[in-house]
């Protein structure tokens, strides 16, 4: 499938016919993204929608096909810090989002990402749930790679002190932890 859309023989982007096909390639892993990062299924499910929302207005700059993923990404990551500078002081997770007893361990999870830095928890997120390098991670935080790469750093040494909490990680998606750094 291609997500381009040909006028007088140039790319423009994502046309109207193709966003659902783009939606629904990407909304599952945006959202998970955002889940991880606001620790909240209501923020989460806020900003998955408000990143396509902003993706379908800007559909026209959207890169090749290899570049969308990155885009939605940095999307989302520019809504959540926004999101994040408004409601610093909110950071628990809401009342319909507690876990059952099965889901301990992925609340505990979802808490202690909650608790670091925005600027952490973003790289972290992206790091080790989605698998990007940090050279994406440091254009999506406006930073450089090796910033990037120290905020993951920063983030595990905190999350180190809860053992169970760092082995759980990668578990939070049902997938072993990435094992590169």
């Known amino acids: 499938m291609s997500l381009r859309v040909e006028r007088d023989g ?4 994502v046309s109207h ?8 390639m990407h ?7 955002l889940l991880l990062v606001t620790g909240g299924v209501a923020d989460a499910d806020d900003l998955s929608q408000k990143t396509f929302l902003r993706a379908f207005n800007a559909r026209r700059s959207a ?4 570049g969308v993923r990155p885009w939605l990404f940095a999307i989302a990551t520019d809504l959540c810090r926004s999101s994040a500078r408004r409601r610093r002081a909110r950071r628990q997770i809401e009342e319909g989002d507690r876990p059952t007893s099965g889901h301990q361990e992925q609340h505990a999870v979802a808490l202690a990402i909650a608790g670091l830095p925005t600027q952490e928890r973003i790289a972290l997120t992206l790091r080790k749930v989605h698998d990007f390098d940090y050279e ?3 254009r999506m935080l406006c930073c450089s790679s090796e910033r990037a790469r120290r905020c993951v750093m920063h983030a595990l040494r905190r999350l180190g002190r809860m053992s169970s909490v760092r ?9 072993p932890a990435a094992a590169h750094c």
């Open 10 to 13: 140039e790319s423009t982007g």
């Open 167 to 175: 082995s759980a990680l990668g578990s939070v998606e049902g997938r």
């Open 136 to 138: 994406g991670i440091g």
């Open 63 to 66: 890169g090749d096909a290899a």
């Open 27 to 33: 909304h599952g892993e945006i959202h998970r993204y």
């Open 17 to 24: 016919d193709h966003f659902g096909e783009l939606v629904a």
